[in-house]
């Protein structure tokens, strides 16, 4: 019985950076994986980055590969996205969710509660 909240959406110009945050009411965060989805008008949630519940194991897409960072605060049982170099592809409504193991995929399948996520706009 999770509750994912996320934050730190925003309109930023191309290049910009933005960290998102998902803070979590879960009373087993450090247990699971994290991850980060994202969502376009007319597209396919997509995999955006993943963290094992310990936090030590990161994935990402590699679309975002360099430019993302994923990271945690078990002790806050909050979950972060730094973004830097953002493009206007990167438009879209970011989710976080809580896996349902230890380690993240990349699939939606592998999570079982998620945020309702916030928006981020790239402006070209």
């Known amino acids: 019985q999770a509750q994912l909240v996320e934050s730190g959406g925003g309109l930023v110009q191309t290049g910009g950076s933005l960290r998102l945050s998902c803070a979590s009411s879960?009373?087993?965060?450090?247990?699971?994986?994290m991850g980060w989805f994202r969502q376009a008008p007319g597209k396919e949630r997509e995999f955006v980055a993943g963290i094992s519940g310990g936090g030590r194991t990161t994935s990402y897409a590699d679309s975002v590969k360099g430019r993302f960072t994923i990271s945690r605060d078990n002790a806050k049982n909050t979950l972060y996205l730094q973004m830097n170099t953002l493009k206007p592809e990167d438009t879209a409504v970011y989710y976080c969710?809580?896996?349902?193991?230890?380690?993240?995929?990349?699939?939606?399948?592998?999570?079982?509660?998620w945020g309702q996520g916030t928006q981020v706009t790239v402006s070209s």
């Open positions: 879960g009373r087993s965060f450090s247990s699971n994986a």
């Open positions: 969710a809580k896996g349902t193991g230890y380690y993240s995929v990349k699939g939606a399948h592998g999570y079982d509660y």
